[in-house]
């Protein structure tokens, strides 16, 4: 098999092959160890997750078209299911948008407004891929969290993907 090729469909295929081992793991473990608060930047496992779910919705409706300038808060998805709803959807949201990314209009410049309401500008085919790198840093995050209590996160390291689909291919 040849490699898969180096794109924002191939990058964000693995993102949400990465985020469904992530939910995998979240479900396997007590509620209580899902909402224990246990310090550093994201207090707790459902915060990082509901972060998470949250940014790649917004993300979502930025490049839609339409302002986002909030995340969903634990609050608003208080369960494991509402934060993996709510980022099904986001991803599903990319999914439609991808195939209409071109060369020339990830090359060109993208605006949107930050959570601040600030409007801000970078490439398209950066923020694009800033959504998958946000992404693997709370992923990261999550997978430290979960060890911590005591458990064991599915890896979700590209090669690991990789080495699955090269296990798939004819």
Same mark, same amino acid.
């Given at each position: 098999?040849?490699?898969? +090729?180096?794109?924002?469909?191939?990058?964000?295929?693995?993102?949400?092959?990465?985020? @469904?081992?992530?939910?995998?793991?979240?479900? !396997?473990? +007590?509620?209580?160890?899902?909402?224990?608060?246990? *310090?550093?930047?994201?207090?707790?496992?459902?915060?990082?997750?509901?972060?998470?779910? *949250?940014?790649?919705?917004?993300?979502?409706?930025?490049?839609? *078209?339409?302002?986002?300038?909030?995340?969903?808060?634990?609050? !608003?998805?208080?369960?494991? !299911?509402?934060?993996?709803?709510?980022?099904?959807?986001?991803?599903?949201?990319?999914?439609?948008?991808?195939?209409?990314?071109? +060369?020339?209009?990830?090359?060109? +410049?993208?605006?949107?407004?930050?959570?601040?309401? !600030?409007?801000?500008? @970078?490439?398209?085919?950066?923020?694009?891929?800033?959504?998958?790198?946000?992404?693997?840093?709370?992923?990261?995050?999550?997978?430290?969290?979960?060890?911590?209590?005591?458990?064991?996160?599915?890896?979700?390291?590209?090669?690991?993907?990789?080495?699955?689909?090269?296990?798939?291919?004819?």
């Amino acid at each position: 098999m040849s490699d898969p +090729p180096d794109d924002v469909v191939s990058l964000y295929a693995y993102n949400v092959w990465a985020n @469904a081992r992530v939910v995998a793991t979240l479900r !396997e473990l +007590p509620e209580s160890d899902y909402v224990k608060e246990q *310090g550093g930047g994201w207090p707790s496992l459902r915060a990082t997750f509901v972060h998470l779910a *949250g940014a790649t919705d917004a993300w979502a409706e930025r490049f839609s *078209g339409r302002d986002a300038t909030r995340l969903a808060t634990v609050d !608003e998805l208080p369960r494991l !299911e509402d934060a993996a709803r709510l980022l099904l959807a986001a991803e599903a949201k990319h999914a439609r948008l991808l195939p209409g990314y071109t +060369p020339e209009g990830l090359a060109g +410049p993208f605006t949107w407004k930050n959570l601040k309401g !600030e409007p801000k500008t @970078a490439p398209f085919g950066v923020v694009v891929r800033h959504v998958v790198n946000h992404q693997t840093y709370h992923r990261g995050q999550i997978a430290a969290m979960v060890r911590r209590l005591g458990h064991a996160p599915r890896s979700t390291d590209m090669v690991v993907w990789g080495i699955e689909i090269s296990a798939r291919a004819p």
